[in-house]
């Protein structure tokens, strides 16, 4: 948090980039409110087609303006856009953004398909427009411990790693489960966090070899496509011979409202983050040799809106076109492997 900090301070040298707001929901608001406590920013417009949301979202940002959509907030003589709307919009909306010469911070996935996700981070490069994605969980003390564990070497060779997301509820709109719309269920909404993890953690070893099961209802989706999976498996073979075992779900009875855990194991010891008492917020990072463990991370850790405030402090330190970005069509294209397309 500190480093996101120091940026936010030497951003306040320089004029405050300008930013629109697409979706202001609860979780646009919430990104709206980590990138406003930056002060590295001027949030310029605002846009949701519930007025509602709008008048919470002026809250925050009462010298805002409230526009109608993307192409009023797009004239609104915007720096950067924070994108927090429908799946199926994402790749369209942050396109239109970037080919307009503005940065864009976007909600997961950022395509339903890597294809989709590729175009946006091509249009990102030929902009030269800082582009980054609310993967928040790379974020959270946790994982930074571990990730810095990891590039140690202390662990020895990786050889396994466990992933979970187990979601005791499920999505609230009827776009999560049109596979048209949200490009599948809970492997796009939950496994791309785990996903990303693993491959983040590990510096994005090459994937060799992907395989999945799939679940709606308690039966195999077998490749229908008139629904989403609700419970999924799968097993990604990395080219450094470790694998990695992934499980996520909705409505899954397990007794707690979330089982959230990214567990490595390396030939000489292991660490792993954890959700602490089913909540979805709260995360205890370990480190084990053989019997013993010690704790790398614990409560309390205001992670959720780091990423958004980190896009925010770079883009007011002037960066452009990162190519990191590139990663995030490593992660689309194991997500597709995993939905065998």
């Given at each position: 948090?500190?480093?996101?900090?120091?940026?936010?301070a030497?951003?306040?040298?320089?004029t405050?980039?300008?930013?629109?707001?697409?979706?202001?929901?609860?979780?646009?608001?919430?990104?709206?409110?980590?990138?406003?406590?930056?002060?590295?920013?001027?949030?310029?417009?605002?846009?949701?087609?519930?007025?509602?949301?709008?008048?919470?979202?002026?809250?925050?940002?009462?010298?805002?303006?409230?526009?109608?959509?993307?192409?009023?907030?797009?004239?609104?003589?915007?720096?950067?856009?924070?994108i927090a709307?429908?799946?199926?919009?994402?790749?369209e909306?942050?396109?239109?953004?970037?080919?307009?010469?503005?940065?864009v911070?976007?909600?997961?996935?950022?395509?339903?398909?890597a294809?989709?996700?590729?175009?946006?981070?091509?249009?990102?490069r030929?902009?030269?427009?800082?582009?980054?994605?609310d993967?928040?969980?790379?974020f959270?003390?946790?994982?930074?411990?571990?990730?810095?564990?990891?590039?140690?070497?202390?662990?020895?060779?990786?050889?396994?790693?466990?992933?979970?997301?187990h979601?005791?509820?499920?999505?609230d709109?009827?776009?999560?489960?049109?596979?048209?719309?949200?490009?599948?269920?809970?492997?796009?909404?939950?496994?791309?966090?785990?996903?990303?993890?693993?491959?983040?953690?590990?510096?994005?070893?090459?994937?060799?070899?992907?395989?999945?099961?799939?679940?709606?209802?308690?039966e195999?989706?077998?490749?229908?496509?008139?629904?989403?999976?609700?419970?999924?498996?799968?097993t990604?073979?990395?080219?450094?011979?470790?694998?990695?075992?992934?499980?996520?779900?909705?409505?899954?009875q397990?007794?707690?409202?979330?089982?959230?855990?990214?567990?490595?194991?390396?030939?000489?010891?292991?660490?792993?983050?954890?959700?602490?008492?089913?909540?979805?917020?709260?995360?205890?990072?370990?480190?084990?040799?053989?019997?013993?463990?010690?704790?790398?991370?614990?409560?309390?850790d205001?992670?959720?809106?780091?990423?958004?405030?980190?896009?925010a402090?770079?883009?007011?330190?002037?960066?452009?076109?990162?190519?990191a970005?590139?990663?995030?069509v490593?992660?689309?294209?194991?997500?597709?492997a995993?939905?065998?397309r």
């Amino acid at each position: 948090m500190s480093e996101v900090l120091d940026r936010a301070a030497n951003a306040k040298a320089v004029t405050r980039p300008r930013l629109g707001f697409l979706g202001v929901g609860w979780i646009g608001r919430h990104r709206m409110q980590a990138i406003c406590e930056t002060g590295a920013v001027e949030v310029a417009a605002v846009s949701d087609p519930s007025a509602e949301m709008v008048g919470e979202a002026l809250k925050l940002a009462p010298e805002a303006e409230a526009v109608h959509g993307l192409e009023e907030l797009l004239a609104s003589g915007l720096d950067g856009v924070v994108i927090a709307t429908p799946s199926a919009l994402h790749a369209e909306q942050s396109i239109r953004a970037l080919e307009a010469g503005v940065a864009v911070f976007c909600q997961k996935p950022l395509g339903r398909t890597a294809k989709e996700v590729a175009t946006v981070v091509e249009a990102a490069r030929a902009a030269d427009r800082l582009l980054a994605v609310d993967l928040s969980y790379r974020f959270t003390d946790g994982m930074r411990r571990i990730r810095e564990v990891l590039a140690s070497g202390e662990l020895g060779r990786i050889y396994a790693v466990d992933l979970v997301f187990h979601n005791a509820y499920g999505p609230d709109k009827a776009w999560f489960y049109d596979p048209e719309l949200s490009g599948g269920g809970c492997v796009m909404d939950l496994g791309v966090h785990l996903v990303d993890l693993a491959l983040w953690a590990l510096d994005f070893p090459d994937v060799a070899n992907v395989s999945g099961k799939l679940f709606s209802g308690g039966e195999p989706l077998a490749g229908r496509r008139d629904r989403v999976e609700d419970y999924a498996l799968a097993t990604l073979e990395l080219q450094t011979g470790a694998a990695v075992q992934l499980a996520c779900s909705w409505r899954l009875q397990a007794g707690c409202d979330a089982v959230i855990e990214a567990a490595f194991y390396g030939t000489q010891g292991g660490a792993a983050l954890k959700n602490v008492g089913g909540s979805f917020f709260d995360f205890t990072a370990e480190r084990f040799r053989g019997t013993a463990r010690e704790t790398l991370a614990s409560l309390p850790d205001a992670w959720g809106g780091r990423a958004a405030a980190d896009w925010a402090t770079r883009l007011a330190a002037g960066e452009r076109f990162d190519p990191a970005a590139e990663r995030l069509v490593d992660v689309a294209r194991a997500l597709d492997a995993i939905y065998g397309r």
